[in-house]
Structure formats: structure tokens, C-alpha cells
């Protein structure tokens, strides 16, 4: 579409960094996006504020067809979507794709698709927050914690949006309505809400007096301990908190907690990396949520890869969700099979700061519902079997008390329920060969230190060698 040498050089220019012929360095976060020839001439001082990236962002069907090749089929039909759901792209995102890669993880977040049409099994509210909604702009789900719809507006609409049905409104108030008030009543009036979840559409796109009024207002009640804030800005326009002003109305808050939403590790960059590091030294802890969607980060090698980039810009991994039943999403679902094979990757091969939790945001207001791999085997009344990462099972005793279970020769699992063993081990396990060479090098270690002395009697297996030699080694088969 454009000339890769000459955009390369731009590249190296704007970055620092000459990337490979696809114009992205994959191989750790932060990843460093390039810009489409369109706004290759954009001072920097420009393309960093927030004002203008948000002037210019893509709107529409007419722009989009000028800056990616589309099939003349696809344009219609994307065509004929344009009214169903927003589309508002920042520069600054749309820079993160791949406009060579009509399957690019970022372009499928962003840029409206032919299958949004074709899914089938789809609600337009499929937590039913409507249903849970005591005042308009609350739900109330859960005891000690509510969600407060701020805004309809977001810097960008991803196209998997749960809220869609929200975002969809047009126009607005900039000044504080009589139905935010009562949001705040609400809250205010009820003792057991500790939590409070500002969300929308995005709040950091509200006007800074409005997005004060909420802050302010949630601070000021004694018996709210958190405000978590939901937005996807610091993935989509990190350059709107590039804006001290905006640092300061979030720190002067008190008690903020920032909830992003980073999907692929392309999506962490340096911009990133610089808000965050503005958000943290301001007291705001990082949380983040990720949406497992197809063709997106629905294998392990990209969940691990986003894990370690958030890890990295200190954002601590805490949900992974099942992408939701809504309108326009249905080819971006994945079966539930798919999440929990990414979890059994994560869990045990990575640091535990880097495992979120994977859930499923129940129908008919069900709530998060938390999926595990199964690591609990089997149990009796003296213990439990657990299964770990590498496939070893242990026999763990809970409680201190005398043993019930009349101990029984057996195999396999049951000799570890009879109390016949404490462990089986997987003959390949890493960790016990890394155990053995070990022991072996501590032994060759000491005989060489005394070796001169002939009459040396042969060392009793030390503890360690005892205890490993007695771990049954579980079938390869």
C-alpha cells in the first residue's frame, strides 16, 4: 500500500528503533507503533495531545477506505453497519496496526467487520445491568459494591463492547444532571456499598468538573473505601493523561484504583508505559482486564506475552473474561475449553502476579463466575489429592488429626488417599531433574573434598537424596 523502506526510515526517525519488514518489532513489550503515511508529518508536539488525536480520529466507513485496502464486498457491508454501532478510532491507535494484515489483532478491536452481521446467539443486554438498575446510571449486583454509568462517550468503541446499547446515545450534557445526583444519593444512602465502580462509556473522557463532581462526591462518603475507575484511555489515548490536570483530579480523589483494559501486547508502549508510570507515583494502584476474544489473544503464546508487558508497566493481571454474548461480537467468542487451556499455561509457568483470574459474566445478572482448571483430583476424609502445574500429584493433609483411613496397598491415586505414598511424580518433570543433578554435584562436591583420605566410609544418602529416591514416578503412558 505504501513504500515499507521509506515508512521504516519514518520509523526509525520517530522511535529510534528500525523495525522488521512488517513494520513491528515482536519480540518484547513495549511495542513501538509507527504511523500511517497520513499523519507521518504531524509535529510530535502535535500527536501527543490528546485534543488533537481525538479531532482527528476515524469515524467513518469514507475515511477508513482511505487508509486500509478493503474488498469492494466488505465495504459495503461495513458500509451498511455504520449505523448500528459507533466507530471513532484515534490516530494514535489506529498506528498499532498492521494495515497489511486484514486478520490484525488491533485492526479486529477497532475497525468494523462484515461478521458483525452474521453472529446469532446475541443479546443487546446480556448481564441485564438494566434489570439490577435501582436509579438510572446504577447497577447493584453485588452487597458491598456498585457500577455507575458515567458517559456514553469513548475515545475508541471497541468492537466487542458489552455496553453497546449505552454507548450508542448521541449527544449529551456537560453539566451535572439531576439523575448524576441521584447516583450519588444513592450510594450515599446506602451504608453496605464499600466499592464503587465509575464506568461508562469511558469517565476519563468526562469534562473535567463533571468527572471532579463524581470523584469528589464518592470521596466524601465515609463509608466508600474504593473508587475503581474502568477505562480503556490508557490503551486507546494515553495522551489524554499526559494532562497534569487530569493526574491531579484523579490523585485528589483519594481513594482511586485505575481498572484498564489492555487486550494484546502491541498495545503496551512506551506511551504506556509512561502514563502508568504517572498514575502510580500519583497513589493510584493498577488493575487490569482482558477479554479473551478469537484471533485476538486466544493462544497461549499472546496471553503470556501480555502478561509479562503488563507486568512490566506494573499492571497487576486480574481479570481474564469470556468475551460476552453481545450484539455484533458472536465471532470473536471462543469456547470456554479455549480459556481454560490458556490458564493451565499461566498458572504454575508464570510469576502468580501475572495470573488473572478467568471468568464468565453470567446471564440474567448472574455475575462473575470464576473458571479454575481442575486441581483438586480427589479427596477422603483424612485428605485432599492436588494436581499441580507439571502434572504432580500430592497427597495434602488439611487438618491435625489422627489418620481415619485404614492404609491399603493400592496404585495410583488411591495409594496416595490409603497414605502408602505422599507424591507421584511425572518421570519428565524438570524440577526433579534440576533436584537429582543436584544432589549429584553437592555429592561429587564432597567425595572430591575428601578423597584423600583412604579410609573414608561411603556417605549415608542425606535426607534430601532419601526423599526424592521415595517419590514414585507416574506412567508416561
Not at 487508509?67 to 457491508?77: C, I, K, N, S, T
Not at 497534569?244 to 489492555?262: G, M, N, R, Y
Request: hydrophobic letters at 35%; a neutral charge; charged letters at 25%.
Amino acid at each position: 500500500m505504501f513504500d515499507k523502506e521509506e515508512q521504516s526510515r519514518i520509523d526509525t526517525q520517530h522511535t529510534g528503533h528500525r523495525q522488521d519488514a512488517s513494520g513491528y518489532d515482536d519480540d518484547e513489550p513495549p511495542s513501538k507503533p509507527r504511523r500511517h503515511p497520513l499523519w507521518r508529518k504531524v509535529p510530535k508536539k502535535q500527536w501527543d495531545d490528546w485534543r488533537w488525536q481525538s479531532q482527528n480520529a476515524i469515524r467513518s466507513v469514507r475515511q477508513l477506505r482511505g487508509l486500509l485496502p478493503f474488498e469492494p464486498e466488505e465495504l459495503e457491508a461495513i458500509g451498511a453497519l455504520e449505523a448500528e454501532y459507533k466507530l471513532a478510532i484515534p490516530p494514535y491507535f489506529f498506528s498499532l496496526i498492521d494495515v497489511d494484515n486484514p486478520n490484525d489483532p488491533i485492526r479486529l478491536q477497532s475497525v468494523t467487520s462484515p461478521l458483525e452481521a452474521k453472529s446469532t446467539f446475541e443479546l443487546e443486554d446480556p448481564l441485564e445491568e438494566d434489570k439490577d438498575s435501582p436509579v438510572p446510571g446504577i447497577t447493584h449486583r453485588y452487597p458491598d459494591r456498585v457500577l455507575m454509568v458515567t458517559t456514553h462517550v469513548c475515545t475508541m468503541y471497541c468492537r466487542f463492547c458489552t455496553r453497546k446499547r449505552a454507548t450508542m446515545v448521541r449527544g449529551g450534557w456537560d453539566s451535572v444532571s439531576r439523575d448524576d445526583e441521584r447516583m450519588i444519593e444513592y450510594v450515599r444512602n446506602n451504608p453496605q456499598i464499600r466499592d464503587v465502580i465509575v464506568s461508562g462509556g469511558d469517565p476519563l473522557t468526562l469534562p473535567y468538573g463533571k468527572l471532579k463532581f463524581f470523584l469528589h462526591s464518592l470521596r466524601d462518603i465515609p463509608h466508600v473505601d474504593v473508587i475503581r475507575i474502568g477505562t480503556r484511555v490508557p490503551t486507546t489515548l494515553p495522551q489524554k493523561l499526559y494532562d497534569p490536570e487530569l493526574i491531579d483530579i484523579l490523585e485528589s480523589a483519594e481513594k482511586v484504583w485505575i481498572q484498564t483494559h489492555f487486550n494484546h501486547p502491541r498495545e503496551i508502549t512506551p506511551e504506556v508505559a509512561r502514563v502508568c508510570k504517572s498514575l502510580i507515583r500519583a497513589g493510584m494502584p493498577l488493575n487490569n482486564h482482558t477479554v479473551l476474544m478469537k484471533g485476538i489473544n486466544d493462544d497461549l503464546e499472546t496471553m503470556r506475552k501480555l502478561m509479562r508487558a503488563l507486568l512490566k508497566v506494573k499492571i497487576r493481571p486480574y481479570y481474564l473474561f469470556h468475551c460476552d454474548p453481545v450484539i455484533g461480537a458472536g465471532h470473536f467468542r471462543t469456547s470456554i475449553w479455549k480459556g481454560l487451556e490458556i490458564m493451565e499455561g499461566l498458572r504454575g509457568h508464570m510469576s502468580g502476579l501475572a495470573i488473572p483470574t478467568y471468568c464468565v459474566d453470567a446471564p440474567h445478572g448472574g455475575g462473575k463466575i470464576p473458571l479454575l482448571p481442575n486441581y483438586l483430583v480427589s479427596a477422603s476424609d483424612d485428605c485432599v489429592v492436588l494436581r499441580n502445574y507439571e502434572g504432580m500429584l500430592v497427597r495434602y493433609q488439611a487438618e491435625d488429626k489422627a489418620p481415619t483411613t485404614k492404609q491399603t496397598a493400592n496404585r495410583g491415586v488411591s495409594q496416595l488417599i490409603q497414605g502408602t505414598t505422599t507424591a507421584l511424580v511425572p518421570p519428565n518433570s524438570e524440577r526433579m531433574a534440576r533436584r537429582r543433578q543436584y544432589i549429584q554435584d553437592k555429592a561429587a562436591a564432597k567425595e572430591a573434598a575428601c578423597c584423600s583420605s583412604e579410609s573414608e566410609t561411603p556417605d549415608e544418602p542425606t535426607q534430601d537424596k532419601r526423599e526424592l529416591l521415595a517419590l514414585p514416578m507416574v506412567s508416561a503412558k
